[in-house]
């Protein structure tokens, strides 16, 4: 937007400053959508903002202070990988425009916590006996508040969700159709209110 003023006594006003002054509105502030865990560190969304440049996302630990981790010079780009990380974070957005060699930015956007969980590992896939019941189990993963359990049925089938547990049970059990072949694989998760973030899955085992 451009702004002049002009002085008036009754009847009378000044000439108008013809030159103006030019203000540029701050960007929209960025909501961040998710962030979860993919192999080697955690990926956040966030939304587009109109008229913005591009993005600064920030990382902090619980009680440290926010650093900007990442400069995203594309409006359309809405995801960052941040890599080689471990623990748990708060994250955070900002939206960016620059006019003539000036920089705007918007209000940080509300921060949200990402657990970076450990990868499972499978310790064993038993059947025991002639019983068709299959019982998988694994190791504890730190930080996570349970695990989701993946089968698929031959060398060729889909994986599907199978089960859930919570942080301490580390097995599951599930009969299967005799004659199957069956591969397993887990992976942790961590539930904070409605954000969940889920690990890397683990290696697979039949």
Known sequence: YSYSVVAVNGNYSSY?????????????????????????GVTIKWSTVP?????YVYRKRTNGEWKRIAT????DTTTY?????????????????????KTYTSYRSTS??????????????????????ITVTWNKVSNATGY???????????????????????????????????Y??????RTIGKMTTRAAFSDSKS
Do not use: F, H
């Not at 397993?184 to 998760?189: E, G, Q, T």
């Open 72 to 75: 995203i010079s594309k409006p």
């Open 81 to 101: 990988k941040d890599k080689d990380v471990s623990g748990r974070y708060l994250y955070s957005v900002r939206a960016y425009k620059k006019v003539n060699g």
């Open 51 to 55: 008229r913005g440049t591009g993005y």
């Open 148 to 182: 989701e359990v993946y089968k698929k049925i031959g060398k060729n089938g889909s994986w599907k969700l199978a089960g859930t547990t919570d942080s301490d049970t580390l097995s599951y059990s599930s009969e299967i159709p005799q004659g199957t072949y069956t």
């Open 184 to 189: 397993w694989k887990v992976r942790a998760l």
């Open 112 to 133: 949200i916590e990402a657990s970076v969980l450990g990868k499972v590992k499978l310790s064993g896939v038993k059947q025991k006996g002639s019983e068709r019941a």
């Open 16 to 40: 108008r400053d013809t030159t103006g002054k030019v203000c540029y509105t701050i960007p929209d502030k960025v909501t961040t959508k998710s962030v979860s865990n993919v192999d080697g």
